[in-house]
């Protein structure tokens, strides 16, 4: 079992991206879809199968990151507003 992360920003997208995917049908700003599957048809299956809007198509322009779940480590984090001291 692998875990799949795509991420999409389009915070400072423009025209001249114009061929740019577009992963969500909904209007986004940041985009992001973690799936744990077996391999990578798998998990755009089980995107494709919530009926939530992700553009399966455009996902598969976009190399996702690869965790292999037999390992401990840090997959995911996130700060904000940070303000360093």
Same mark, same amino acid.
């Given at each position: 079992?692998?875990?799949?992360?795509?991420?999409?920003?389009?915070?400072?997208?423009?025209? *001249?991206?114009?061929?740019? /995917?577009?992963?969500? *049908?909904?209007?986004?700003? +940041?985009?992001?879809?973690?799936?744990?599957?077996? *391999?990578?048809?798998?998990?755009?299956?089980?995107?494709?199968?919530?009926?939530?809007?992700?553009?399966?198509? +455009?996902?598969?322009?976009?190399? /996702?990151?690869?965790?292999?779940? +037999?390992?401990?480590?840090?997959?995911?984090?996130?700060?904000?507003? *940070?303000?360093?001291?």
């Amino acid at each position: 079992m692998k875990v799949y992360v795509w991420r999409h920003n389009k915070t400072y997208h423009s025209h *001249s991206m114009i061929n740019e /995917p577009c992963v969500q *049908s909904h209007f986004y700003l +940041d985009a992001l879809a973690i799936v744990a599957a077996d *391999s990578l048809e798998e998990a755009l299956a089980k995107l494709e199968a919530q009926h939530a809007g992700w553009r399966i198509e +455009d996902l598969r322009q976009l190399t /996702p990151k690869v965790y292999a779940l +037999d390992e401990a480590q840090v997959i995911f984090t996130e700060v904000r507003g *940070s303000i360093a001291e």
